[in-house]
Structures are given as C-alpha cells and as structure tokens.
C-alpha cells in the first residue's frame, strides 16, 4: 500500500484519493503461489482553473467568467462520478494519499477503545478479534470503525420470544436512572402504535410524586394505572390485570449496598412470578459500579437489561461492558426524556454502530 501510494502521488499529486483498494493474486499458473498485491483505484478530486494573461484581460474577461463556469460544472460533474465510484466501492468514504501515508491503524484502533472505556479484559477481547491484516487493510479511522462494528455484533444477544416468557414486566434498578419514564416510554409504544391493552402498577410509593407521575403518563396514553402497597395487594392487582396484554411494573429505586432494601423488593417479585424483569442502568455510572450492581441484584434473577442517558455521556463502552460481565441481552436504550419518543430497541447491529458512535 506504502509502494502505491507512492506511485499515485508521482502520477496524480498528493491531492489525489483513493477510492478503493483490495488484495490481488499475481497473474501467472503459479499465481496462487506468489505473494498478494494491492490494487488501489485514484483519482483527482479538483480541477486547476487557468489564470488569463494580463495581455487582452479586459476583452477575455468575459470569456474567462465563462470557462470558469464551465470548468465549475465539471468539477462538479467529476465530484459525482468519484461519488458513485466511491458507492460502488462499498461506501468507503474519500481518502487522501498524503493522509494515508501519515495513518497508523494499530495505533488509531487503540485510541478508539481507549474513548470507549472498556474494562480491560472486555478491551483484550475486542482485541483478540481483530486480526494484524484486517487492521492493516483499513485506510482511515472511518474503516477502523466500520469493521469494529461488525465484529461487536456477535457481543450481543438478541431478544427474541425464545428468551421472553411472560407477559408481566418488572422494572428495577438504583435511584434515579430513569425506570418510570422508561415504562412510560414503553406503554406509550405498546399502547399508541401497537394497539395493545396495557396495564401500569406501581409500588414505588417511597418517593414523593412517583405515583402522581405515573399516573400523568397513563392518563394521557389511555392505560390503567394502579399502586400498591404490599406483596399481596401487587398479586391481586396483576391478577385483576390479566387480561390485558402487558402488565408493566415500576418499583422503587434500591441502593446496591442496601441489602435489605433488595430483600424486601425481592419478596414483592416472588409474588407474582412467572414474570420478565428489566434491570435497567445509566450508562453515565462508573464501571466499577456498574459490575457491583449487576452482581448484588442477581438475586433478583433478572434476565434483560435496560440503558438510559445514552444522549448525555459520550462513551458507551459501559453498555459492552456490562453485556460481557451479565452475559444478558439488552432490551432497551434510552437516549433523552421525551415521552413516547427516545428509545431504542437492543438490537445487536444498532446496539454496535451507537457504541461506536456511528449512530445517535
């Protein structure tokens, strides 16, 4: 590739691009025993316009407006031609050769999975699955991207009705990360665009106003809202409820440190099991808190996992760690508070591309 650009830049300039590269064999029948080579299509990205002599500039001026018109239009056109050759060339985006001789994969690759924040031993996997070539074939940071996304996918595990078995939904989770406007986000979904019976409980009745809120969300989708006080009144009222399609529950916000306050949740929980629980996180939370979380409400038995505040961080790479450490699929992110908008699915290809910032 070095030997290439080389070349280009003798032949075109050091302002020429590149739009597409890729491995050949040597020609000859014993090709497929020769070394690989590179073969690399350019081309030049702008046309010199001709200054007029100073003999005539008064009479050529005219004529001159005119060209430069002209050659503008064919700028232009030549622009599009690059542009479509660039599509074909699987969307890889322009590239400079004076740039690429100064780009270092290897090292442009750390620098991405440093911005991520990965605990170390999920930033060694992301390593082991790349390859030396498949760094070395990248031109540009946008490529390193591009690939990375795709080897991210298969972290992932996707929701499906394989892994949902219950049409009760419990939402839990430390204070403050979002679990009432999540389910509010949820039921408008289900409610307003799927047509589907929903039903809110609530036992979250520590926090002043958590009831009223709730209550506010389900008066303006059309759903029924109902709080409870104990494990029994929580039975009785899925019970009551169950009939509809979806029963969405929100509890209190419980510190990880507070066993207790985990136990007693736990109890409520039991009550009306079989049900599907959400542990839902911010992914502004420290890593090393993140892990404690995930660990101290296992007992819980949660079996997807919820994001919020992905529009106010920018690294993501604490959703990836927590997917290595639960081994859970993401069912959810959320990224700002507009009610029944920002939220998106967990699936594995858009969960990859938002990690890396491909996608907002």
């Known amino acids: 590739m070095k030997e290439a650009c080389q070349l280009i830049r003798q032949d075109l300039g050091p302002d020429a691009v590149i739009i597409n590269s890729k491995e050949v064999r040597q020609k000859g029948i014993l090709g497929f ?8 299509t350019a081309a030049v990205d702008e046309i010199p316009v001709e200054k007029p002599t100073q003999q005539g500039v008064k009479e050529s001026q005219v004529n001159n407006d005119k060209v430069s018109n002209e050659m503008q239009e064919m700028k232009e056109l030549l622009q599009q031609i690059i542009v479509k050759e ?34 170390p031993e999920v930033e060694k996997r992301v390593e082991d699955i790349f ?26 595990i996707p929701v499906t009705k394989a892994n949902h078995n219950s049409n009760v939904l419990a939402f839990i989770g430390p204070t403050g990360v979002g679990k009432t406007t999540t389910i509010a986000k949820l039921a408008a979904n289900f409610a307003l665009y799927h047509g589907l019976n929903i039903a ?31 494990p029994q009144e929580l039975k009785l009222a899925v019970k009551n409820h169950e009939d509809c399609d979806l029963i969405l529950v929100d509890t209190a916000g419980r510190s990880s440190k507070n066993a207790e306050q985990i136990n007693e949740l736990k ?18 939370t420290k890593n ?30 604490s959703i990836l760690n927590v997917v290595e450490a639960t081994e859970l699929p993401v069912a959810y992110v959320t990224n700002g508070q507009n009610v029944p908008d920002d939220i998106i699915p967990g699936e594995p290809d858009g969960l990859a591309k938002l990690i890396i910032g491909e996608v907002e």
């Open 288 to 317: 090393k808190d993140l892990i404690a979380i995930v660990d101290k409400y296992s007992i819980l038995k949660y079996s997807k996992l919820v994001f919020t505040k992905a529009d106010e961080t920018y690294s993501l790479g």
């Open 267 to 284: 109890t409520f929980l039991d009550a009306i099991r079989p049900l599907e629980i959400y542990l839902v996180l911010d992914v502004n």
């Open 200 to 230: 809110l409980i609530t036992i979250d009745t520590y926090r002043i106003g958590a009831v009223a809120q709730l209550k506010i969300y389900g008066d303006i989708i059309g759903v029924t809202v109902e709080a409870v006080m104990t």
């Open 86 to 119: 660039r599509n074909a060339a699987n969307g890889k985006p322009f590239v400079k050769v004076s740039d690429l001789e100064e780009f270092d994969p290897h090292e442009e690759f750390k620098k991405i999975l440093q911005e991520l924040d990965l605990l």
């Open 131 to 156: 390859q030396k070539q498949e760094l070395d074939e990248c031109l540009n940071r946008i490529h390193i991207k591009d690939k990375l996304s795709e080897k991210l996918v298969d972290f992932f």
């Open 33 to 40: 025993m020769k070394a690989r080579m590179v073969e690399v």
